[in-house]
């Protein structure tokens, strides 16, 4: 099945310093999805992007989809301790006329105070 | 807003034991999904359903099974509930673009 690799698996940054988690797929994407989950919390939905080459700006976070749409980034530039937790790609695949989500491994984001 | 509500938020159970996880959606949707969450390993979808008394396998549904009488309600079975089944598990609903996410259960098998 299609899977999505994403890393680092884990990342501490200094308050102030900026984040990026890459995600990455062997097989062109139709869209990419971006999640976070809070400490002790469930995944909420961020943005999805759906055309190559695609960027999209919330606040401080930097949503890319590579042109080939195999890959994706999201940055958030100077890192605020509200940005802790992890951070998911995932991708909506059609299923027998439906649709599922494959989720990638994710990345924890820790921000140093 | 949508909420996806599961019946519990801690369990702990023996093994062999048959485990029923609840998890109920409001906002009529026709998608719903189980997920379990381990450290390193992400999200991985267990079964999904996209209409009343139809499912499907995900990637990990090896003892596991599911149950959706009533739209609003996807239940997650365990036949018979085993250590390595020890694990937050997901409930998810969605429309279309995205899923929206309980709180989640975290399952203790001893």
């Known amino acids: 099945g299609q899977q999505v690799m994403q890393i680092p698996q884990y990342q501490h940054v200094q308050e102030g310093e900026d984040f990026t988690t890459y995600c990455n797929s062997s097989?062109?994407?139709?869209?990419i999805q971006w999640y976070k989950q809070r400490p002790g919390g469930h995944p909420v939905f961020l943005i999805q992007?759906?055309?190559?080459?695609e960027v999209k700006k919330q606040k401080r976070l930097t949503f890319q989809f590579g042109e080939a749409k195999k890959n994706s980034s999201l940055h958030i530039t100077a890192t605020q301790t509200t940005d802790v937790g992890t951070y998911f790609c995932?991708?909506?695949?059609?299923?027998?006329?439906?649709?599922?989500?494959?989720f990638g491994t994710g990345t924890r984001l820790k921000v140093l105070a | 807003d949508v909420k996806v509500t599961q019946s519990s938020r801690y369990l702990v159970k023996r093994t062999g034991e048959k485990v029923f996880l609840e998890c109920v959606q409001d906002?009529?949707?026709?998608?719903m999904f189980w997920y379990r969450q381990d450290p390193g390993l992400g999200l991985r979808l267990i079964y999904f359903s996209y209409d009343v008394k139809m499912k499907e396998k995900g990637d990990i549904p090896e003892g596991y099974s599911v149950s959706r009488e009533k739209k609003e309600r996807f239940s997650l079975i365990l036949e018979s509930a085993s250590t390595n089944q020890t694990s937050m598990y997901l409930c998810a609903s969605s429309r279309d673009t995205e899923a929206f996410f309980g709180q989640g259960t975290r399952l203790t098998v001893v």
């Open positions: 992007l759906v055309k190559s080459g």
């Open positions: 995932a991708v909506s695949t059609h299923y027998s006329g439906t649709y599922k989500y494959i």
């Open positions: 906002m009529d949707h026709e998608n």
């Open positions: 097989t062109t994407l139709s869209n």
